[in-house]
């Protein structure tokens, strides 16, 4: 079983056009959902961690929420530069060490 | 600051060669380490997993096997690799358990 979806798979952006990416999640008892970006060739980096529903994050253009079964990436006003694939994981009660991670939506933003 | 490092960037090796990758990390002591393989359109697999020096936890059977023979030192191994362990492989550590994961920037590993 999926402890992690995420979608799209791939996005398509226009310079400016606000949108937001989705990561959906089953596993018991949250201990941690993580963003990561990831560029091509490289490993992922790390972007936020919430604990808990309700919390919120931000940095430069990038927001993280989060409610009981899900969390959002709202990407405000992108730049080409943001071009990248977010993957999500998530850390739960019944996880151990492990993080499960999905498969990512890939961002282009085109100028 | 803290920092990974992971090496080689690229390895292209025959089946039934053997197999060593590496991973060391600056800055902090006793960090849980772990190793990850990336498949195209699959999430990242954790392999191995050491929350300190020669403990070694594995999550998935396979042909591969951890050492962790210094507090910041990882390493990848297998005595035979076949067709199936191609893949990016990225190393990964952590203050704690519930505490984000940072990356290397991987190893694409391609076997002929």
């Known amino acids: 079983e999926d402890q992690v979806t995420q979608s799209p798979e791939a996005l398509r952006l226009q310079e400016g056009e606000s949108s937001s990416l989705n990561c959906s999640y089953t596993?018991?008892?949250?201990?941690?959902l993580f963003w990561y970006r990831q560029d091509p060739g490289k490993g992922p980096e790390f972007l936020f961690t919430?604990?808990?529903a309700g919390e919120e994050k931000e940095k430069e253009r990038l927001k993280a929420t989060l409610t009981k079964k899900e969390s959002f990436l709202h990407i405000t006003a992108p730049k080409p530069e943001d071009s990248a694939t977010y993957l999500c994981?998530?850390?739960?009660?019944?996880?151990?060490?492990?993080?499960?991670f999905g498969t990512g939506t890939s961002l282009t933003v085109i100028p | 600051s803290q920092t990974i490092h992971q090496w080689p960037a690229t390895l292209v090796q025959p089946v039934g060669s053997p197999l060593s990758l590496e991973c060391t990390v600056e800055g902090t002591s006793n960090p849980n380490l772990y190793w990850y393989r990336q498949a195209a359109g699959r999430g990242l697999q954790l392999l191995f997993y050491?929350?300190?020096?020669?403990?070694i936890s594995s999550e998935v059977p396979q042909n591969l096997s951890a050492s962790r023979p210094q507090d910041r030192q990882f390493i990848l191994s297998s005595k035979k690799l076949l067709l199936s362990d191609s893949g990016f492989y990225l190393c990964?550590?952590?203050?704690?358990?519930?505490?984000?994961?940072?990356f290397g920037d991987g190893t694409r590993l391609s076997i002929l």
């Open positions: 050491s929350v300190g020096i020669g403990q």
């Open positions: 994981a998530v850390r739960g009660s019944n996880t151990g060490n492990q993080f499960y």
């Open positions: 596993v018991s008892g949250l201990r941690g």
């Open positions: 919430l604990y808990s």
């Open positions: 990964a550590w952590s203050v704690r358990a519930d505490q984000p994961q940072h």
